[in-house]
């Protein structure tokens, strides 16, 4: 009797761990689930027409505490201040008078940048074939690069004329050491915008804190 006790346990047990995902142990049912997820796909960084063109605004407080313009050199402090807000205001400027262009380049970028990318995920193979294929869009796709940078080179010159003005004018009013540091200030800010993952929603035509890098995908733009 003992030991048709010890079977019928043994064969419990058994039955128990042989059962999908039982016994805690071997993972959730249905299998591969968690892989999946593991291999998802990173999320696609928005197009920003707005950040391509060189469009953001300096911190004044931010400035001035780099610069290291001493508390009793309030003139001076007030002069930095003002000229900062001055290229803030004509930067924004820039950014409304070139809102839809911005809109239309961002939604339709974007738009074709998720097309590329759902026909990528679609698509991998890796072969020797299929990277000739790409390198072959992408000559293809030389045209309609062109015709987005026409379209955002006029708004960035106007940033980099405004951006001439500004440093000219705090050349002349600050000493050689702090002009330095304002260059290294603003070099500094403009490496962490680049680097910055543009992730939210292009309202008020992009007029957030951007850079100016990268290339949009083209095709079929008119």
Request: proline share 4%; aromatic share 6%.
């Amino acid at each position: 009797m003992r030991i048709f006790l010890v079977l019928v346990c043994m064969l419990s047990f058994s039955f128990i761990y042989a059962q999908p995902g039982g016994g805690g142990q071997g993972g959730p049912p249905g299998g591969g689930r968690s892989m999946s997820s593991s291999q998802e796909r990173p999320k696609m960084v928005e197009f920003n027409a707005a950040k391509v063109a060189g469009i953001f605004n300096y911190d004044d407080e931010a400035a001035i505490k780099k610069i290291k313009i001493k508390k009793k050199h309030k003139d001076l402090t007030l002069k930095v201040r003002k000229a900062i807000e001055k290229y803030n205001i004509r930067v924004h400027e820039i950014a409304l008078l070139n809102k839809d262009n911005f809109d239309t380049l961002n939604v339709y970028v974007n738009a074709k940048m998720k097309a590329m990318q759902s026909s990528r995920g679609q698509n991998q193979s890796g072969s020797r074939m299929d990277r000739s294929d790409t390198s072959s869009n992408d000559s293809k796709d030389d045209p309609e690069r062109a015709k987005i940078k026409q379209k955002i080179d006029p708004a960035k010159k106007e940033v980099k004329v405004a951006e001439g003005k500004l440093n000219t004018h705090l050349e002349s009013i600050l000493s050689e050491k702090q002009y330095g540091k304002w260059l290294k200030y603003q070099a500094k800010v403009k490496s962490e915008l680049i680097e910055e993952p543009e992730s939210n929603n292009n309202s008020d035509s992009g007029m957030s804190r951007g850079g100016g890098q990268g290339g949009p995908p083209g095709g079929g733009m008119r």
